[in-house]
């Protein structure tokens, strides 16, 4: 049995979902989210908690078995407390600044970049901390925001300018050796 897929999943008070066969429905204070699973999973609400429970023990429906639990916990964590990203903007020049909803980077380009938000998620660009917050309910959606934002400049290896998430490690290189090596 998968130790992630067996593990029930809590529904918050404020939270609530449909079952109709495999699609699910959930909706929250910060938005609804619908999905549809693989039939071959059972998708069960007892009790305010979600169980998911596989019919055999073939590989695929053991690979879907723990997935579909961990998309459903994100579906209702999403709905309830939302989530977060962080992008920290390093070099001398770079800033990130808000133009109404949209997002303006002037990352060491001729011209500034814009960045629209997609439905469901916004930003918030802090001048002083040099950050960038991309939140909303849906997790894939404010993990690929953030991966298209960082795409606009990502790190380099030898100063470190450009995007990167907060906390990310960044593989430095060495420069050249120096001027007085080579007789």
Do not use: C
Request: aromatic share 4%; glycine share 14%.
């Amino acid at each position: 049995m998968s130790r992630i897929g067996r593990l029930p999943v809590q529904v918050p008070g404020g939270v609530t979902v449909d079952l109709k066969g495999s699609s699910v429905r959930v909706k929250g204070p910060k938005g609804e989210l619908h999905r549809t699973f693989s039939s071959s999973i059972g998708i069960a609400l007892e009790a305010e908690q979600l169980v998911v429970t596989r019919g055999s023990d073939s590989p695929a429906e053991r690979a879907l078995h723990g997935t579909t639990r961990a998309v459903l916990a994100n579906m209702i964590q999403g709905v309830s407390k939302g989530f977060e990203v962080v992008l920290e903007v390093d070099g001398v020049g770079y800033r990130a600044e808000m133009q109404g909803k949209n997002l303006s980077l002037h990352v060491g380009y001729s011209h500034p970049v814009t960045v629209e938000p997609p439905a469901g998620v916004s930003f918030e660009a802090d001048q002083k901390s040099r950050q960038i917050k991309v939140t909303g309910y849906d997790k894939e959606l404010v993990g690929q925001t953030a991966a298209n934002i960082r795409k606009v400049r990502p790190p380099e290896p030898y100063h470190g300018k450009g995007l990167h998430y907060l906390g990310e490690h960044i593989r430095r290189k060495a420069g050249k050796a120096g001027k007085g090596a080579v007789k």
